[in-house]
C-alpha cells in the first residue's frame, strides 16, 4: 500500500509564509511527477505547482514568483514553500504523485489534504 501524508498547513496572516510537506510511504518502486493542487471553499480543485523527478517545474499564473515547489528523492517528499500569502490562498491544499508500485502498477496517489488559512 502507498501513503502520501501532508503536514505544515495552519492559519497565517496576509503577507505571511508556510512551508507544506507531503511524504510518500509503502511499496514504492519509483516516483514521477509530484504535484500540488488546492481546493478553496465553493471552488473547484486547481492545479498550483508540478515538479518532475529531474526537477523540472510548472507553476499557475496565480503563485508564480511567490510559491516554490521542490522534492527531496531520498525521502519521497515534496515541499511547498508559500510566500507573500494572500487571502484568496486560502484552501486545502492536496498533495499527489505519480508512483510505481513494488507490485508493478502505476498510479497517481493523492495526500488527505492539509488547511491552509489567511487571515487578511
Known amino acids: 500500500q502507498v501513503q502520501l501524508v501532508e503536514s505544515g498547513g495552519g492559519l497565517v496572516q496576509a503577507g505571511g509564509s508556510l512551508r507544506l510537506s507531503c511524504a510518500a510511504s509503502?511499496?514504492?518502486?519509483?516516483?514521477?511527477?509530484m504535484g500540488w493542487y488546492r481546493q478553496g471553499s465553493g471552488k473547484r480543485r486547481e492545479l498550483v505547482a508540478t515538479?518532475?523527478?529531474?526537477?523540472?517545474?510548472n507553476y499557475a499564473d496565480s503563485v508564480k514568483g511567490r510559491f516554490t515547489i521542490s522534492r527531496d528523492n531520498a525521502k519521497n517528499t515534496v515541499y511547498l514553500q508559500m510566500n507573500s500569502l494572500k487571502p484568496e490562498d486560502a484552501a486545502v491544499y492536496y498533495c499527489?504523485?505519480?508512483?510505481?508500485?513494488?507490485?508493478?502498477?502505476?498510479?497517481?496517489?493523492w495526500g488527505q489534504g492539509t488547511q491552509v488559512t489567511v487571515s487578511s
Open positions: 499527489n504523485a505519480d508512483i510505481s508500485t513494488n507490485s508493478g502498477y502505476s498510479f497517481t496517489y
Open positions: 509503502g511499496s514504492i518502486f519509483s516516483i514521477n511527477a
Open positions: 515538479i518532475t523527478r529531474r526537477g523540472s517545474t
